[in-house]
């Protein structure tokens, strides 16, 4: 009896233990799992950056409200840009060009998928430029767009485009951000017409959007399927605040890694961060030009004497330096030599009153007492400047041109707009002086010229009264069909001295991208391109 209660006792002791050893186990495992769980959650290599607008729907051939960094970070071009105007091989590896240069063939990778696993072949890129095709005007102010007649399919991995007629950029134009870009299968709407909406964002490129709330965030991943170098971060969150101000509050308490892009903080924000010292910052050469626009339609600035005087009678480096703090550079031509076929530099016109003042003397603009405003034939010496209400920039320089051109007896009226309607008066022609900047890399020099020649823009309006108007059309027509180096260098050498002499064209600034981020971040540059995104070299400590 007692033999049997202490077997069964042992029995429940023995069951205790197992028990005891079986959770203790449990708990371990647990542990183990959850430890785990974490080293991968702080292993994830991932950063939060800002921007100042909802991402949009990540459309590769459409335009506002998509984002070009964000459109570049999906999708990929045939062709990329690189310093100096090298063109690159990317999703092709090699093309040539007919001897009339009417026709493009291009030879593909033939390891590039699209982050959805399936190809991306010949077949594929015709059925991109088709959907482009479909909306040819909208996408005509790129010169490619405009020409491009069909797409061919050669064999799988070899695909032809066909222009109406030579337009020797076609290359720099592939290299754009929007709208030569490739789109899977799958994101195709039912009638292929990209322009409208798109099925799903899904491209060759080393990023997928993983997470989209529109205006609140935007979350990248890496994308597994990437055919080229995988960039060291996994994800990247992307928050959307408006408020620049608001952004580096966010930044200065952590919930920010990096502030990058043109126009993400003001300028003072910018050199107050750089000059705190917990920070790093860097800025990039020129990226375009921040330029005056003189309207040669008003009979007064059809005058060479007058855009002369105007020039003369302003303190350009003092006004950039006070403006800008010196982040912004003083620009002395309207295209730097680190664009192709910009050989010369042309000499800065000085800050000289006295050189202004015999400029509108000669004109037959006179002040009747010191300190009035000229006349002549009983009107006023005075003129109209527009600026876009949001950029605090233009303003301030409205404002300093103001009170210098009245020292020579200008007068000028500032008038504030909202920026789409700054643009729509722009392209109509209806203003006398304007801000305007120039596209940058990859679109010029040729961008910049056929602005000259083609009405719509606001820039050909603007040459309509210079001398020999006429040659110089002919001139850019013909050096945007030239098939022959030396002939297109020669062209663009006249074309360009052309603009500069004529002064249609002010020059003020050079902008220059720049980026502020925590000591997290390592290897943090520039794209070469001016609206690719900066994300595929940076890797954290």
């Given at each position: 009896?007692?033999?049997?209660?202490n077997?069964?006792?042992?029995?429940?002791?023995?069951?205790?233990a197992?028990?005891?050893?079986?959770?203790?186990?449990?708990?371990?495992?647990?542990?183990t799992?959850?430890?785990?769980?974490?080293?991968?959650e702080?292993?994830?290599?991932?950063?939060?950056?800002?921007?100042?607008?909802?991402?949009?729907?990540?459309?590769?051939?459409?335009?506002?409200?998509?984002?070009?960094?964000?459109?570049?970070?999906?999708?990929?071009?045939l062709?990329?840009?690189?310093?100096?105007?090298?063109i690159?091989?990317?999703l092709?590896?090699?093309?040539?060009?007919?001897?009339?240069g009417?026709?493009?063939?291009f030879?593909?990778?033939?390891?590039?998928?699209?982050s959805?696993?399936?190809?991306?072949?010949a077949?594929?890129?015709?059925?991109?430029?088709?959907?482009?095709?479909?909306?040819?005007t909208?996408h005509?102010?790129?010169?490619?767009?405009?020409?491009?007649?069909?797409?061919?399919?050669?064999?799988?991995?070899t695909?032809?485009?066909?222009?109406?007629?030579?337009?020797?950029?076609?290359?720099?134009d592939?290299?754009?951000?929007r709208?030569?870009r490739?789109?899977?299968?799958?994101?195709?709407?039912?009638?292929?017409?990209?322009?409208?909406?798109?099925?799903?964002?899904?491209?060759?490129?080393?990023w997928?959007?993983?997470?989209?709330?529109?205006?609140?965030?935007?979350?990248?991943?890496?994308?597994?399927?990437?055919?080229?170098?995988?960039?060291?971060l996994?994800?990247?969150?992307?928050?959307?605040?408006?408020?620049?101000?608001?952004?580096?509050?966010?930044?200065?308490?952590?919930?920010?890694?990096?502030?990058?892009?043109?126009?993400?903080?003001?300028?003072?924000?910018?050199?107050?961060?750089?000059?705190d010292?917990?920070?790093?910052?860097?800025?990039?050469?020129?990226?375009?030009?921040?330029?005056?626009?003189i309207?040669?339609?008003?009979?007064?600035?059809?005058?060479?004497?007058?855009?002369l005087?105007?020039?003369h009678?302003?303190?350009?480096?003092?006004?950039?330096?006070?403006i800008?703090?010196?982040?912004?550079?003083?620009?002395?031509?309207?295209i730097?030599?680190?664009y192709?076929?910009?050989?010369?530099?042309?000499?800065?016109?000085?800050?000289?009153?006295?050189?202004?003042?015999?400029?509108l003397?000669?004109?037959g603009?006179?002040?009747?007492?010191p300190?009035?405003?000229?006349?002549?034939n009983?009107?006023?010496?005075?003129?109209?400047?527009?600026?876009d209400?949001?950029?605090?920039i233009?303003?301030?320089?409205?404002?300093?041109?103001?009170?210098?051109?009245?020292?020579?007896?200008v007068k000028?009226?500032?008038t504030?707009?909202?920026?789409?309607?700054?643009?729509k008066?722009?392209?109509?022609?209806?203003?006398?002086?304007?801000f305007?900047?120039?596209?940058?890399?990859?679109?010029?020099?040729h961008?910049?010229?056929?602005?000259?020649?083609?009405?719509?823009?606001?820039?050909?309006?603007?040459?309509?009264?210079?001398p020999?108007?006429?040659?110089?059309?002919?001139?850019?027509h013909?050096?945007?069909?030239?098939?022959?180096?030396?002939?297109?260098?020669?062209?663009y050498?006249?074309?360009?001295?052309?603009?500069?002499?004529?002064?249609?064209?002010?020059?003020?600034?050079?902008?220059?991208?720049?980026?502020?981020?925590?000591?997290r971040?390592?290897?943090v540059?520039?794209?070469?391109?001016?609206?690719?995104?900066?994300?595929?070299?940076?890797?954290?400590?």
């Open positions: 009896m007692n033999c049997t209660r077997h069964k006792l042992w029995i429940s002791l023995m069951l205790v197992v028990i005891l050893v079986t959770a203790a186990c449990s708990n371990t495992g647990e542990k799992a959850n430890t785990q769980e974490v080293q991968n702080n292993s994830e290599q991932s950063i939060t950056v800002s921007w100042m607008r909802d991402l949009g729907p990540s459309n590769p051939h459409a335009y506002y409200p998509s984002q070009l960094f964000s459109q570049s970070m999906i999708y990929e071009p062709v990329a840009y690189g310093k100096g105007g090298e690159k091989p990317h092709a590896k090699d093309w040539k060009i007919s001897e009339d009417k026709e493009y063939t030879f593909l990778r033939e390891d590039v998928t699209y959805d696993g399936t190809p991306f072949n077949t594929s890129v015709k059925r991109n430029m088709d959907a482009i095709l479909q909306n040819k909208t005509s102010w790129l010169g490619t767009a405009k020409l491009l007649e069909r797409a061919e399919v050669v064999d799988e991995f695909v032809k485009l066909v222009m109406s007629e030579p337009y020797y950029p076609v290359l720099q592939l290299t754009t951000v709208p030569f490739f789109l899977a299968d799958a994101g195709f709407p039912e009638d292929d017409n990209t322009l409208e909406h798109i099925a799903a964002p899904i491209g060759t490129g080393p997928i959007l993983q997470e989209y709330k529109q205006d609140e965030y935007s979350v990248f991943v890496k994308n597994p399927n990437y055919w080229g170098e995988q960039p060291a996994d994800k990247i969150t992307v928050r959307i605040i408006p408020d620049a101000e608001t952004r580096v509050m966010a930044f200065e308490k952590g919930e920010l890694d990096l502030i990058f892009g043109e126009g993400s903080i003001s300028l003072d924000s910018f050199t107050g961060l750089r000059d010292g917990r920070y790093k910052t860097d800025l990039s050469g020129p990226v375009g030009t921040r330029n005056l626009i309207n040669t339609q008003n009979e007064k600035l059809a005058d060479i004497r007058v855009r005087a105007l020039q009678g302003f303190d350009k480096v003092a006004l950039v330096k006070g800008t703090s010196d982040v912004e550079q003083v620009a002395d031509q309207v730097t030599t680190d192709p076929y910009v050989k010369r530099t042309y000499a800065p016109l000085s800050y000289d009153t006295a050189k202004a003042e015999s400029y003397e000669e004109a603009w006179r002040l009747s007492a300190g009035g405003v000229r006349e002549k009983g009107e006023q010496l005075s003129f109209e400047l527009m600026y209400t949001t950029d605090r233009q303003k301030a320089m409205g404002e300093a041109l103001q009170a210098e051109w009245s020292a020579i007896g000028v009226k500032l504030g707009i909202e920026l789409a309607e700054q643009t008066r722009f392209r109509a022609g209806n203003y006398e002086l304007n305007w900047f120039n596209s940058g890399v990859p679109y010029d020099p961008t910049l010229v056929n602005a000259v020649a083609e009405p719509t823009f606001g820039v050909a309006e603007a040459h309509t009264n210079i020999d108007k006429d040659k110089l059309d002919k001139q850019i013909q050096v945007l069909a030239s098939v022959n180096e030396q002939e297109r260098q020669e062209l050498d006249a074309i360009l001295d052309t603009i500069h002499q004529q002064a249609v064209i002010v020059p003020l600034s050079y902008i220059r991208q720049y980026t502020v981020y925590n000591d971040l390592d290897n540059t520039f794209p070469d391109s001016r609206w690719d995104h900066p994300f595929n070299s940076i890797r954290l400590k």
